[in-house]
């Protein structure tokens, strides 16, 4: 905006000028001031949380021993390899499970197709790890089919892990 002279203009316009100059100068309430200070503050913190990297949890051995055991069980599963599965199945998991939930488990219907995500796990005790799963099936003609559930393993050996729950 131009800056006037009110002595060149005459004394009833001057007092409007200066009227309106303060108020667009000003022409906000205060609380859109603290709503887009809180708005920037908030962006900021998004912004610099994105940029810092996620703390790593100390992983020991036999969690990667557990993980890989976990996806090789899920992974029979999906390949409707009832041999695998069942050989890495704890004595405990097989007892608790009959067998025609087991057969169930590792042979669905005809044309389906099957897929999982294994998430993090935690450790549950020396040993023995729970991982959160999700199943997915498809059958021609229906919509898929998720379910959430979780997979525990257990050391069975030295080197050797069992699945002790089915998800």
């Known amino acids: ?3 006037v002279n009110s002595s060149l203009l005459g004394s009833a316009v001057a007092p409007v000028l200066r009227q309106r100059s303060r108020r667009h100068a000003f022409d906000f309430a ?3 001031l603290v709503a887009g200070l809180l708005l920037a503050s908030l962006l900021l913190g998004l912004r610099l949380e994105a940029k810092s990297k996620p703390t790593a949890l100390p992983m020991d051995r036999d969690y990667v021993s557990a993980l890989a055991a976990a996806n090789q069980f899920l992974h029979a599963w999906q390949a409707q390899d009832h041999e695998v599965g069942l050989v ?5 998991a097989k007892q608790r499970s009959s067998e025609e939930r ?3 488990f590792f042979a669905p219907a005809s044309g389906t197709q099957q897929a999982f ?3 993090r796990g935690k450790k549950l005790g020396p040993g023995r790890y729970s991982f959160p799963v999700v199943l997915l099936e498809t059958t ?3 919509a898929a089919h998720r379910r959430l559930s979780h997979i525990i393993v257990t ?3 030295k080197e050797e892990w ?3 729950k089915l998800p």
């Open 162 to 164: 069992a699945v002790d």
């Open 30 to 32: 205060p609380g859109k």
């Open 1 to 3: 905006m131009r800056a």
């Open 140 to 142: 021609p003609g229906h």
């Open 117 to 119: 995500e294994i998430s």
């Open 102 to 104: 087991l057969q169930s």
């Open 88 to 92: 890495m199945l704890s004595d405990a």
């Open 155 to 157: 050391r069975a050996g």
